[in-house]
């Protein structure tokens, strides 16, 4: 694989900011021919540098969610622990980030929830599971949303 130029980096730019552009006017932006962009934009692709096509949907298209940031610390950090947990946390369809992090916790978990007695029930089931290795839960709730994720510096 050869290293990314800054045609790349324009392609992923403007990919991450409009999914949904066509091959016509990408390759118009970046000054390339349509073969060509469509070329980069699959080698792009199957380099795991693009990783696939989302919509991103506005909270208000869920109706009332509580969003809640947790810091989740296990029993230990063995590999299985991690692994168990890991493995738990990929099934919850309530969990919309979760992050190995160093510090005084193990993960960065975030949560989008109907109200606070769903959140409840989710975090008492995962200290009430033994098998997932979870010593102490630390949430704070989300009061306001100042900047959301919207895709990652480029070039």
């Not at 540098?49 to 810091?71: F, K, M, Q």
């Not at 369809?93 to 409840?120: K, N, T, W």
């Not at 995962?126 to 010593?135: C, K, T």
């Amino acid at each position: 694989m050869r290293r990314p130029d800054e045609i790349d980096a324009k392609i992923l730019r403007i990919l991450q900011e409009d999914g949904r552009v066509t091959n016509q006017a990408l390759c118009e932006k970046v000054n390339l021919s349509p073969r060509a962009c469509l070329d980069r934009v699959r080698r792009l692709e199957r380099a795991g540098s693009i990783l696939g096509y989302r919509a991103v949907i506005g909270r208000s298209a869920l109706g009332p969610t509580l969003v809640v940031h947790t810091e989740v610390t296990l029993v230990d950090q063995r590999q299985g622990t991690l692994q168990q947990f890991e493995a738990r946390a990929l099934k919850c369809p309530e969990v919309i980030a979760c992050h190995l992090v160093s510090g005084p916790y193990d993960y960065l978990v975030r949560f989008a929830c109907r109200d606070l007695d769903h959140y409840q029930r989710i975090s008492d089931a995962w200290i009430n599971d033994l098998a997932m290795g979870v010593a102490r839960i630390v949430s704070q709730t989300e009061l306001k949303t100042v900047k959301e994720f919207s895709g990652y510096p480029i070039g």
